[in-house]
């Protein structure tokens, strides 16, 4: 008892440390997210924001120029070039980020960069920002890679402390290691896959279906962008009704006019 005494104690050491040092490094990770998320949001926003204001002008000065056109029918025909868009129709020559650089949208941005996901509906248009994604993501990525191994550790050490209870209890070591396991198992799938897409269907408007798709696309980091929080299928399918109705009623208008 005494030698298992001994030998405890520098586990027990070792454990006790690595919790505190954990905390600091989830901080440190949140801190590097909030740096990327500054960043992003000041160089990308401003642009984002002229971009937003020519438009209006330009869509001002076409309506003034051009009276004939109907404003809900040239609204519902910008709703449908977005719906192109993401579609993945290819409009111009040139393509344009149709993100939104918002605090949020930064937030997100990051975090898409540093776990690898790169959904690819957000991306940065200014050289600036271009050039701070490389470096960000050179140190961004291996630091996400360490924090992910330090959970996982963590996790590994829970369930081998629960294990270990279980088989002093029950004396049987190999019983209470599948059943830990198990447990774990399950708690992941609930916690990651199967739990998520209920908020998904509340927030989003998607299916079950729909967001446990995105919820597995995500953490398998594949992130194909189909898919994406704040950027609704149902939203999308009501603007395209209202476009094809404000198209039909500018159809129905003018033949009205001619006659």
Same mark, same amino acid.
């Given at each position: 008892m005494y030698r298992r005494r001994i030998r405890a104690a520098p586990e027990d050491r070792v454990q006790g440390c690595a919790v505190?040092?954990? /905390?600091?490094?989830?901080?440190?990770?949140?801190?590097?997210? $909030?740096?990327?998320?500054? /960043?992003?949001?000041?160089?990308?926003?401003? $642009?984002?924001?002229?971009?937003?204001?020519?438009?209006?002008?330009?869509?001002?000065?076409l309506l003034q120029n051009f009276t004939c056109l109907d404003r809900p029918a040239l609204d519902s025909l910008i709703r449908d070039v977005v719906q192109a868009y993401k579609n993945g129709a290819s409009l111009l020559s040139s393509t344009?980020?149709?993100?939104?650089?918002?605090l949020l949208g930064s937030f997100f941005f990051s975090v898409s960069t540093i776990t690898t996901i790169g959904y690819g509906n957000l991306?940065?248009?200014?050289?600036? $920002?271009?050039?701070?994604?490389?470096?960000?993501?050179?140190?961004?990525?291996?630091?996400?890679?360490? /924090?992910?191994?330090?959970?996982?550790?963590?996790?590994?050490?829970?369930?081998?402390?629960?294990?270990?209870?279980?088989?002093?209890?029950?004396?049987?070591?190999g019983k209470a290691r599948w059943l830990a396991g198990s447990g774990a198992l399950l708690s992941g799938l609930l916690l990651f896959l199967?739990?998520?897409?209920?908020?998904?269907?509340?927030?989003?408007?998607?299916?079950?279906?729909?967001?446990f798709y995105f919820a597995f696309i995500t953490l398998s980091t594949v992130g194909f962008g189909d898919y994406v929080i704040g950027e609704s299928s149902r939203?999308?399918?009501?603007?395209?009704?209202?476009?094809?109705?404000?198209?039909?009623?500018?159809l129905a208008r003018d033949g009205g006019s001619r006659l």
């Amino acid at each position: 008892m005494y030698r298992r005494r001994i030998r405890a104690a520098p586990e027990d050491r070792v454990q006790g440390c690595a919790v505190p040092s954990t /905390v600091l490094l989830l901080f440190a990770y949140l801190a590097y997210l $909030a740096l990327g998320t500054g /960043v992003f949001w000041t160089l990308e926003g401003r $642009a984002e924001q002229d971009s937003s204001r020519s438009f209006q002008r330009d869509k001002w000065e076409l309506l003034q120029n051009f009276t004939c056109l109907d404003r809900p029918a040239l609204d519902s025909l910008i709703r449908d070039v977005v719906q192109a868009y993401k579609n993945g129709a290819s409009l111009l020559s040139s393509t344009t980020s149709m993100g939104r650089w918002e605090l949020l949208g930064s937030f997100f941005f990051s975090v898409s960069t540093i776990t690898t996901i790169g959904y690819g509906n957000l991306s940065p248009n200014t050289m600036a $920002a271009r050039l701070f994604c490389i470096f960000f993501a050179l140190v961004g990525i291996p630091f996400n890679l360490v /924090v992910l191994n330090r959970l996982g550790h963590l996790m590994q050490q829970g369930v081998n402390h629960c294990s270990s209870r279980l088989g002093s209890t029950w004396q049987d070591p190999g019983k209470a290691r599948w059943l830990a396991g198990s447990g774990a198992l399950l708690s992941g799938l609930l916690l990651f896959l199967l739990l998520p897409p209920l908020l998904f269907s509340h927030m989003e408007g998607w299916s079950y279906m729909e967001g446990f798709y995105f919820a597995f696309i995500t953490l398998s980091t594949v992130g194909f962008g189909d898919y994406v929080i704040g950027e609704s299928s149902r939203r999308w399918q009501t603007l395209e009704r209202t476009s094809k109705s404000s198209g039909g009623l500018l159809l129905a208008r003018d033949g009205g006019s001619r006659l």
